[in-house]
């Protein structure tokens, strides 16, 4: 900031103000003058400077007029002296014609006995208070005229030299103190600019990581509304995405209310426009703009918005709505514009990651199905369809013997072979729903589960199962837990069984830091950790942990194999024979 020395200004004046001034007026002088250039408010600066000027001079009204920018009238007229009432009565201020206008015309002092004896007076509207004695300064800043001072009616007499001289003098301290206050207001301006911008940025920045860390859709919606809002400090905002040719309502933050399925044209609608154009449109008047009332879609009482497009590498996604900046509902700024503009950018990424993420979960969920499907086919062919096969064969070869001992001996063989594809079906069947999981619980459940591969697979299997119950000895655990747990376990015996070869199995499932983990560990010989998730056994795996919001970790090498999955712990009822809910999921 530019500073000026005020002493050296007044020096500019020469001895002859010292001499012309008593020195009660020059101690006011310098008085007034530390008063306003200490103030850094302009408004309280020029106020000041009125008062001091009448203090100084006795006159009774004073007027400082500030010049516009071609300096030849006046933009601002500040006055003392006159009260509210005969200020309505003379009606418009003053632009600085007449006796105003040659202090601006010609800026140097002018002092006169009586205003209305000049040739440029204009004389005095009607209400009008009557003013004689006219003392006029101009006020100079940078060395270019920036407004005049100017007193009239003198109380007692006419202004003399020495009115003039301190008038000069306080009109220069008033320059001082207006270009202080004003490259003060200008500084604070550009902090608070800067600050905002900052602001702005940390904002973008933290919600760019915020939004971007996430993959599930619904929740990606969520925390672009409600970000968004909090940053251009909206009543409301809203995202639309695009679905063929229209616009679907996905989320809503703030004083709005969530409609299920509201659908809005692309073509007949502002926000489409704006979606098109790939432009932001600031709007002051909703009713007038918004060709679509926002009470369609749950933002009642909309005044102003600011509609920003949503694009991802020059492909629109939608479209998002901000209503009503502020406490006071109003428009938005060029600022605001900006922040939401390359916020719009982050929040486009990340809308496209996470349906990129939705769709390869999907493709996922129905490679795993299928393969699923495949496998039991494959058990059933393999198995119970060929022992029917051969179990017919047996029967039909007895019956053409036509001899008693030989049919006999055959129906025994055939009730062998029937009970062990019984055992063989309640196997599938067990491994498909165990009986076990829903009647008695996810401990029993294992506990089967492992006697079966012990049994089958002939493994070495050693297991610690730490699951609280509550004081009825009910498990604490919901049923979908329960069953992603087991579904976890399972499937990594049976990849252990087919294909690490290993002989030994360690199986961990606890309660820790309100989660519950499964970690299952064998000695076999691993495999690459490029394979990991290539089979559909490891994608059911991943894809039952991710539904439950878990996480799912494969390591594996030449010593084994650790599978871990960590699921949080919801607040259910207890229940051993709950059956299995699906998670609800809210509509994008």
């Known amino acids: 900031m530019h500073a000026y020395c005020p002493f050296a200004q007044l020096a500019t004046g020469g001895p002859r103000i010292t001499e012309r001034l008593e020195l009660e007026r020059l101690r006011t002088l310098i008085d007034v003058g530390g008063l306003i250039v200490s103030e850094l408010d302009l408004d309280e600066v020029l106020g000041s400077v009125l008062e001091a000027a009448c203090k100084l001079t006795g006159a009774r009204f004073a007027a400082l007029g500030v010049l516009n920018e ?24 003053p632009h600085g014609r007449g006796v105003l206008g040659v202090v601006i015309d010609h800026p140097e002092p002018l002092r006169l006995s009586r205003v209305g004896d ?38 007692d007499g006419e202004f003399d030299d020495g009115d003039e001289e301190a008038i000069i003098v306080l009109a220069r301290w008033a320059g001082i103190a207006v270009e202080n206050a ?63 040719d229209e616009l679907v ?58 509609a920003v497009p949503l694009a991802h590498r020059g492909e629109p996604v939608g479209v998002l709505l901000a209503f009503d900046h502020g406490p006071d509902a109003a428009p938005f700024s060029d600022d605001d514009e900006q922040t939401l503009k390359a916020f719009a950018a982050s929040a486009a990424t990340a809308v496209v990651t996470a ?5 390869q979960r999907l493709s996922d969920a129905l490679a795993a199905a299928e393969y699923e499907r495949r496998r039991w086919a494959q058990e059933l062919h393999d198995e119970t369809l060929q022992a029917l096969g051969g179990l017919r064969v047996l029967l039909s070869s007895a019956r053409r ?52 591969h012990r049994t089958i697979n002939d493994l070495e299997i050693s297991h610690t199962l730490e699951l609280s119950a509550g004081d009825d000895g009910a498990p604490q655990l919901d049923a979908a837990t329960q069953a ?26 606890r309660l820790a830091d309100g989660a519950l983990v499964a970690e ?65 999921r809210r509509s994008a």
């Open 484 to 509: 992603t747990v087991y579904r976890v376990v399972q499937e990594a015996l049976t990849n252990i069984a087919k294909h690490a070869e290993a002989s030994a199995v360690t199986v961990n499932v």
């Open 355 to 359: 349906r990129s993420v939705q769709r």
């Open 249 to 306: 309502l996905a989320a809503i933050a703030g004083q709005g209310r969530r409609a299920d399925d509201v659908r809005i044209p692309v073509r007949a609608s502002t926000s489409g426009e704006v979606m098109q154009r790939g432009r932001p449109e600031r709007i002051d008047d909703v009713r007038v703009r918004l060709r679509i009332a926002p009470e369609q879609f749950g933002v009642d009482d909309a005044k102003t918005a600011l």
């Open 118 to 155: 000049h040739p440029a007076s204009y004389g005095f509207p009607a209400g009008h208070p009557p003013m004689a004695s006219f003392l006029g300064v101009p006020i100079f800043i940078r060395g270019k005229a920036w407004g005049n001072l100017y007193l009239t009616e003198k109380q």
């Open 70 to 93: 071609g300096r030849n009238e006046l933009e601002r007229f500040i006055t003392r002296g006159i009260d509210d009432d005969v200020a309505r009565m003379i009606g418009d201020l």
């Open 401 to 452: 013997a036509n001899d008693l001992d030989i049919f006999g001996r055959a129906a025994d063989q055939a009730l062998e072979q029937i009970e062990q594809e019984i055992t063989n079906l309640r196997a599938i069947i067990t491994e498909l729903r165990p009986a076990a999981l829903d009647e008695l619980g996810l401990a029993a459940a294992l506990e089967a589960l492992f006697d079966r």
């Open 520 to 584: 299952v560990t064998d000695n076999g010989r691993g495999f690459a950790v490029a394979a990991i998730g290539a089979g559909f056994g490891v994608t059911g795996m991943r894809e039952r942990v991710l539904a439950a919001d878990g996480r799912l970790t494969i390591e594996s090498s030449e010593a084994g194999t650790i599978v871990v999955a960590t699921l949080p712990v919801p607040q259910a009822r207890p229940s051993a024979g709950a059956t299995v809910a699906k998670r609800p």
């Open 182 to 244: 004003r490259l003060f207001a200008a500084a604070e301006a550009r902090g608070t600019e800067l600050r905002r911008a900052n602001r702005g940025l940390e904002a973008t920045q933290a919600v760019a990581v915020a939004v971007g860390a996430e993959v599930d859709l619904d929740r990606v919606l969520e925390l672009i509304v409600k970000r968004g809002r909090a940053l251009v400090e909206a009543r409301s905002v809203v995202i639309f995405l695009l679905d063929g």
